[in-house]
């Protein structure tokens, strides 16, 4: 199974970005998707989480409201919309699943996933 994060790059305070995620051997539709960042000298966080099968999406507050988690089934793509950026934002941002079911009240476990993509850096700054 590999995970491939996109879409990063440099923005400035108050822009958006979409992040891609696409697998290699898994069907992303079928599980848990998670998105976390990971800031210099920071644990890696969870941002939001989303399952179609179990029927939920849910967002950390730091991001609620200005991030939005989404998937496209036909391209088994998941999206993380992100807009109206801070530089606090700035971090290398990873998708995660697992074959395992993950619940929306654990989704932001980094210990729930097993795979995990490389990862792609955002940087917000003027």
């Known amino acids: 199974v590999q995970l491939v994060e996109s879409g990063g790059g440099l923005v400035q305070p108050g822009g958006s970005l979409r992040l891609s995620c696409v697998a290699s051997g898994f069907t992303l539709d079928d599980y848990t998707i998670g998105w976390f960042r990971q800031a210099p000298g920071k644990e890696r966080e969870g941002l939001s989480c989303?399952?179609?099968?179990?029927?939920?999406?849910d967002y950390v507050d730091s991001v609620s409201g200005r991030f939005t988690i989404s998937r496209d089934s036909a391209e088994d793509t998941v999206y993380l919309q992100m807009n109206s950026l801070k530089p606090e934002d700035t971090a290398v941002y990873y998708c995660?699943?697992?074959?395992?079911?993950?619940?929306?009240?654990?989704?932001?476990?980094?210990?729930?996933?097993?795979?995990w993509g490389q990862g792609t850096q955002v940087t917000v700054s003027s």
């Open positions: 995660a699943t697992t074959r395992t079911p993950v619940f929306r009240n654990s989704c932001y476990l980094v210990s729930k996933y097993d795979y």
């Open positions: 989303i399952s179609r099968i179990m029927g939920f999406s």
